[in-house]
């Protein structure tokens, strides 16, 4: 492993992932029902439904309930995470970005339809969620979630999105691809916070909005989801180097051959493993002033994006 675990073993981890992530693949089918015009929908719920490990709406989920709240009050915002996941993801693929024939272990987007369907199940999407989680009826009748935090959330989630958040991140990753000059550590790092951490941000500040939570618990959890989006990658650089090293026998890697900068390229693997190592703590220290037992999936979770193996 990259790291050496240091969390308790008493919270099932996994089985809550599994439980958290069921319900949500329930509510993102309700969400989107097949209708007319049958082949948008056909390729929104295509994509929607192709597994993923549903990392934002169980980040979600469990911001709301480490602020007090119920898992209903969350599942709009949960769902409304998940499709602009998604979105960003069939956008990603198309051969004027990434180009990727597979997503999720089976054909993208637009290879299984084609281009313009891609496109528009992107848009349909990221339209989709915004309703979603503005629509009263999306909530529980009861009312626990009053309108003016539905309003806070939808603006968090436009910046988080957004020319200032995940499209910035898309954008600053397309510039320095190609380019001769090196890319520095200011600019990897500017790429990640938004094309990563944005959305993992908007996450769990969702989640603590529409569960209630005070403004100085609201900054605490976006301190730590951007550490949490910041590791994610970091801990990808360093498994693309460590897997590739294993895969072929030898110490230097494919990542330390190909033409994308990565931390293990910029600091070298053992400061980048330090470097992880400072996030998950910086990560972890925003969850001290929490109730532990509600924190305990939100320290999990950290942990599983530090210590995963692939
Ligand atoms: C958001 C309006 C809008 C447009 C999209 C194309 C684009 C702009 C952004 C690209 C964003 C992108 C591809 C970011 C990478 C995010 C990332 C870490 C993906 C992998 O996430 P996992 O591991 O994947 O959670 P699964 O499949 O498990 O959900």
Known sequence: PALEPAV????DFRGYMLEKAAVVNCALDAAVPLAHPDRIHEAMRYSLLAGGKRVRPVLCLAACEVAGGADAWAMPAAVSLEMIHTMSLIHDDL??????DLRRGRPSCHRAFDEATAVLAGDALLALAFGHLANPASYPTD???PPDRIVRAVGELSRCVGSEGLVAGQVADLEATGVGAPVTLDHLEFIHLHKTAALLEASVVLGAIVGGASDDQIERLRKYARSIGLLFQVVDDILDVT??????GKTAGKDLASDKTTYPKLLGLDESKEFADKLLKAATEQLAGFDPIKAAPLLHLANYIAYRQK
Request: proline residues 5%; contains cysteine.
């Open 8 to 11: 308790s073993t008493d919270f």
């Open 95 to 100: 051969p004027c970005m990434d180009d990727d």
């Open 143 to 145: 009312r626990s979630v």
């Open 243 to 248: 897997k590739s090293s294993e895969e072929l």
